[in-house]
């Protein structure tokens, strides 16, 4: 499928993005990572970093986002509260006409539950040039698969989660087609976030390849997964 004469619609992605400027559409397609080469781990946030949300793009209405401190991990994480959680999130990649172009498969959340509604959305193409909404809530009980969007809900412990969602895998059991590209990743509200990244395999296959502080995690969090 051929996207070129319509950049517009490729890009947009199904999120809600709070327009803050005047954005024109590049010639051609414009990809964060994807002319980069991926190996081993891509940080897309990690709340050591100084500037934790450089690649990301907030909406804020009736909550908020910011930089506190956790008192489990004695360290700095990004905290996501709203009424609704629709409208308080973060989005990558900035602008809407960009893609993320990240090709590894496992996408990793390291996130604490708050005991509320917490969501937050995938934007992916797969082999045949066709893009893939996912929405993982843990208010979801069902799975629902859809051409437009499909739901897909999350089981969370109490407390800090790592949360591992092999892609390829969600693709290839919804559409029977294999996973290409992340476009866009949003989280929304309710949850406090450690670190958000992707990787060539899951953590608990190769653990050896992963920073202490998700380490730290694996064992508490084995198992938890999405119910497709």
């Known amino acids: 499928m051929d996207y070129s004469g319509n950049l517009v619609k490729f890009f947009d992605g199904p999120f809600p993005i709070s327009i803050q400027f005047q954005r024109v559409a590049p010639d051609t397609p414009t990809s964060l990572f994807g002319g980069h080469i991926q190996t081993g781990v891509i940080n897309l946030l990690h709340c050591t970093q100084e500037k934790v949300l450089e690649h990301w793009e907030k909406q804020v209405r009736r909550g908020y986002v910011k930089k506190v401190q956790d008192i489990q991990l004695n ?9 609704n959680p629709n409208t308080v999130f973060i989005t990558t990649p900035i602008g809407l006409y960009q893609s993320l172009g990240i090709r590894l498969p496992i996408l990793v959340l390291v996130v604490k539950n708050l005991r509320k509604q917490f969501t937050f959305d995938i934007l992916v193409l797969d082999d045949k040039n066709v893009r893939h909404h996912y929405k993982f809530s843990n208010r979801q009980t069902t799975t629902r698969i859809k051409a437009t969007c499909s739901y897909i809900p999350l089981r969370m412990e109490d407390g800090w989660n790592m949360l ?3 892609l390829q895998d969600v693709v290839f059991k919804t559409f029977g087609s294999n996973y290409k590209e992340c476009i866009r990743l949003q989280i929304n509200a309710n949850c406090r976030l450690r670190r958000v990244g992707f990787g060539e395999s899951s953590p608990d296959q190769e653990q ?4 202490a502080d998700l380490r730290a995690f694996v064992a508490e969090t084995r198992g938890i997964t999405s119910d497709i």
């Open 75 to 83: 360290g700095p994480v990004i905290e996501i509260v709203g009424q």
């Open 164 to 166: 591992q969602i092999n």
């Open 208 to 211: 050896s390849e992963l920073p």
